[in-house]
């Protein structure tokens, strides 16, 4: 194998502490490696990159281990070390030899010979970003699970109000709520106060508010209401804040909305998940396998034993799941919507929606490296040339390389 640093560095980190091991090789060929261990504070930290550019070292290789290579990885970077963090699937030691002594070993040996591949660190404002998207995300998981426990309790106590009505946060379920914690009892007068448009009669919603609600229901549901509304404001104020950090990528975001399924917080997403820079990949293929929604390759004695694919950026996932949920709703009729049906009939839904995650993605790196809005076109009835090139410039901005034949 090559040798690309002959000076190399490699880190094996844990909360407390880091084992640091310094791989030397000789002009001769010798190979001397020195471990040392390194405390995880930050004025330790500091010492440790003064130590490593004393060495000489020109690459400096640690594992991305939970949270704790942040302590380490920011501050060598602000230090101009070049430093490189590297995804722990690719760099396992021999089995039979796993020790954190050993680990630094290893991956100074990876490191010298360019084994490694660099993982993806975005700037320190995608950094800031991608906190406020993934912390709302977890927000609204959690504001989920609050509306079911509140449904539980309103079937425990025999309210079937969630029969009824569309949502039980909405204005009029919650002028009901209210009321039922604030002590009232008699149905006729809760379903009063539900908003003359509602669809469900005065004679339904009654119905539905009989039933065995006690003061111990009544306290259980007024505290999730409560979580319910300390959720909600602070989800309100990540997204405050996200609206001051996406100030850079406001263009970037208004390109991706014109994409079928994405709204705002689904374009915050793949802005600080990816850095709304495509420079950092080279095609809309590498884009997809980095977060993960292309088919994986296993290939054994010219046999392909699964497709699947593989981990990727989960919150990104999540983000394009979404927006390809979206897509299979009934009545959508744009160029996303009619492909997914078209594959969810040959292949199955799941196919369908992975495949669909996946045109996003294309689309998402070609626009944002054309700096163009996606254009989606329903191809009308009649098949015009003209038509035909409307659909052409659809699909281009899937990044598809079509070309028309010419006309006969």
């Known amino acids: 194998m090559d040798l690309l640093h002959p000076r190399a560095a490699g880190i094996d980190i844990s909360k407390r502490d880091a084992k640091v091991a310094i791989r030397v090789q000789s002009e001769g060929g010798k190979v001397s490696t020195q471990v040392t261990t390194w405390g995880s504070m930050t004025g330790q930290v500091l010492e440790l990159a003064d130590f490593l550019r004393s060495q000489g070292v020109t690459t400096v290789v640690m594992e991305a281990t939970s949270d704790y290579w942040k302590p380490f990885y920011y501050p060598m970077e602000a230090t101009g070390l070049p430093v490189m963090l590297v995804n722990a699937r690719q760099a396992r030691n021999i089995p039979g030899r796993k020790s954190d002594v050993s680990d630094a070993a290893w991956l100074a040996d990876l490191g010298a010979h360019g084994l490694l591949r660099a993982s993806f660190v975005p700037a320190p404002d995608i950094r800031r970003l991608r906190d406020l998207t993934r912390a709302r995300q977890m927000l609204v998981h959690d504001r989920t699970r609050v509306k079911q426990r509140l449904e539980k309790s309103l079937e425990s106590s025999g309210t079937k109000l969630s029969v009824v009505v569309a949502d039980l946060n909405g204005v009029s379920a919650r002028r009901m709520l209210d009321a039922l914690v604030a002590g009232e009892r008699d149905p006729r007068s809760l379903a009063a106060l539900a908003h003359p448009r509602m669809r469900a009669t005065q004679d ?28 909600t404001g602070q989800i309100d104020a990540l997204t405050a804040r996200i609206e001051e950090e ?23 997403v793949i802005i600080a998940e990816t850095g709304g820079d495509m420079s950092i990949f080279p095609t ?32 990104l996932k999540e983000a394009l799941g979404n927006a390809a949920s979206s897509n299979a709703k009934k009545g959508s009729n744009t160029y996303l919507a009619r492909r997914q049906r078209r594959i969810s009939a040959r292949r199955g839904k799941m196919r369908a ?5 996946h045109a996003i993605l294309t689309a998402v790196w070609n626009m944002l490296s054309r700096g163009e809005a996606f254009t989606d076109l329903t191809p009308p009835p009649a098949n015009t040339e003209r038509q035909k090139k409307s659909h052409l410039r659809a699909l281009e901005h899937l990044g598809y390389k079509v070309t028309l034949a010419p006309a006969a």
């Open 284 to 315: 809309a293929a590498h884009l997809a396998s980095w977060a993960g929604v292309s088919p994986g390759m296993h290939e054994s004695a010219g046999k392909r034993k699964s497709s699947t694919t593989r981990p990727g950026n989960r919150y």
């Open 246 to 268: 996406i100030a850079p990528f406001r263009l970037a975001r208004e390109l991706l909305t014109t994409i079928p399924g994405i709204a705002e917080p689904t374009a915050d």
């Open 353 to 357: 929606l992975v495949a669909t995650e």
């Open 204 to 231: 339904e919603l009654a119905a539905a508010l009989t039933g065995r609600f006690t003061e111990h229901d009544a306290f259980m549901v007024g505290q999730h209401l409560t979580h319910y509304d300390l959720l």
